[in-house]
């Protein structure tokens, strides 16, 4: 039996260009790994407020803030902790300190030199294993600053 087909059949059904214009799925990919609450803020599936975020780390408000300025960076990879991480993690480590700085200036905890001497200033700390305070198993970040005292001396 013949059949006779659209004249735009091929364009319509086979054109590789279709395969480009097909809507993709833009939310950001995440591992979540089960009951971390980190993998779930980094999916976007719990609320944080969110002060930077790129295809490798997310940065946000910790919700019991300990200093004035208080953020987690924090990597969208689940590491556990700091003694989970190997070679293939350094440039994402250094990434995350050299972004601890910037995002303490902008948020009014960051460090200046000045005529008068050093001025303003934050902490950096990662916290691993029960013996080191650490409460959350997905490898993040502190970055505490802003004028004191703080709240509690971590
Ligand atoms: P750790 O002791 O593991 O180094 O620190 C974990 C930090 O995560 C704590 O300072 C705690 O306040 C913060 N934290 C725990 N759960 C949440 C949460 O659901 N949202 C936010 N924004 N911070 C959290
Ligand atoms: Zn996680």
Redesign the pocket.
């Known amino acids: 039996m013949w059949i006779r087909w659209p004249a735009d059949f091929r364009y319509r059904h086979f054109d590789p260009r279709h395969a480009a214009l097909a809507p993709k799925n833009t939310e950001k990919e995440s591992q979540i790994v089960d009951n971390c ?2 993998c ?2 980094a999916a976007g599936k ?1 609320p ?2 969110t002060v930077y975020e790129d295809d490798d780390v997310i940065a ?7 200093a004035p300025v ?1 953020v ?1 960076i924090v990597p969208r990879e689940h590491i556990p902790t700091l003694a989970d991480a190997n070679e293939k993690h350094t440039a994402l480590l250094g990434r995350m300190m050299v972004l601890a700085p910037k995002l303490a200036a902008e948020l009014g905890g960051g460090y200046r030199h000045t005529p008068e001497g050093p001025m303003g200033g934050f902490k950096t ?4 294993g029960p013996d ?7 490898l ?1 970040l ?1 970055v505490m600053g802003g004028p004191r005292p703080w709240r509690s001396e ?1």
């Open positions: 609450i980190f779930k803020i719990i944080a407020k946000f408000h910790d919700i019991h803030p300990a208080h987690l700390l990662v916290n691993s080191g305070g650490q409460e959350v198993y997905h993040h502190h971590r």
